[in-house]
């Protein structure tokens, strides 16, 4: 009597301990489901003037956080007059070291020849934009002198990019592109700070270009 009364225990021991597992399972499939959901800028393929030269995934330039929404596309301004895009990629990549203790990343890096880098993928965040590197995609425009204003054919490629980001992700370019220093008044990009017409004009050109690729399209 005893022994089969030991023995049923053991079986709901073991039962329980089955649920137990599926609950388990359960939960870390729905946990995974969700970490995968789509992002936004899954599946989407660049241009093809952008040249892909991922940061290696570190704390300081490439967290690897999901970038969960594009909400507006923030443009920056490298700061050092006359430095390439691969220089200020490169840049970046060496904070991986973390010797410098600075956090600084980008998605784009656009160059004084127009060329353009992409350092970080459009499904992961950068560190840019402070508190909007949560939902906004980041580009670093590099510059010939210290006015921090953009040669004409790095200002057409900053136009043509952010005009393609803001088709892709449905961005207004009146409202959703904005510069660092909307978010944080920091003088980035400085000439774009200093000069508020050329500011306009720039989202003016934005919103010109997105009708010329649609027309493409
Ligand atoms: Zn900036």
């Known amino acids: 009597m005893s022994r089969v009364r030991t023995r049923r225990r053991h079986l709901n021991l073991r039962f329980a301990a089955l649920c137990l597992l599926l609950v388990f399972a359960l939960a870390g499939a729905a946990v995974?489901?969700?970490a995968n959901r789509?992002?936004?800028g899954e599946d989407v393929e660049v241009p093809d003037y952008v040249q892909e030269d991922f940061l290696t995934?570190?704390?300081w330039s490439r967290p690897g956080t999901p970038l969960e929404k594009i909400?507006?596309?923030?443009i920056h301004y490298v700061g050092n007059p006359g430095t390439t895009a691969q220089a200020n990629r490169n840049y970046f990549e060496s904070l991986s070291s973390g010797e410098t203790g600075t956090y600084a990343s980008s998605h784009f890096v656009v160059g004084l020849e127009g060329e353009?880098?992409?350092c970080i993928p459009l499904t992961e965040i950068a560190y840019a934009s402070n508190i909007r590197n949560e939902d906004t995609v980041a580009i670093e425009v590099c510059h010939p002198d210290e006015t921090g204003e953009f040669s004409p054919v790095t200002y057409q490629r900053v136009v043509e990019l952010t005009a393609w980001l803001c088709r892709t992700f449905?961005?207004?370019p009146e409202t959703d592109v904005i510069r660092h220093y909307d978010v944080t008044e920091k003088l980035c990009p400085l000439y774009y700070v200093e000069h508020p017409e050329a500011w306009?004009?720039?989202r003016a050109d934005v919103a010109a270009e997105m009708e010329h690729q649609?027309?493409?399209a």
């Open 71 to 74: 909400d507006g596309v923030v």
């Open 38 to 40: 789509g992002l936004p």
């Open 116 to 118: 353009v880098l992409q």
């Open 32 to 34: 995974w489901l969700w």
């Open 57 to 59: 995934v570190n704390p």
């Open 214 to 216: 649609a027309g493409d």
């Open 170 to 172: 449905r961005l207004d």
């Open 200 to 202: 306009d004009a720039f």
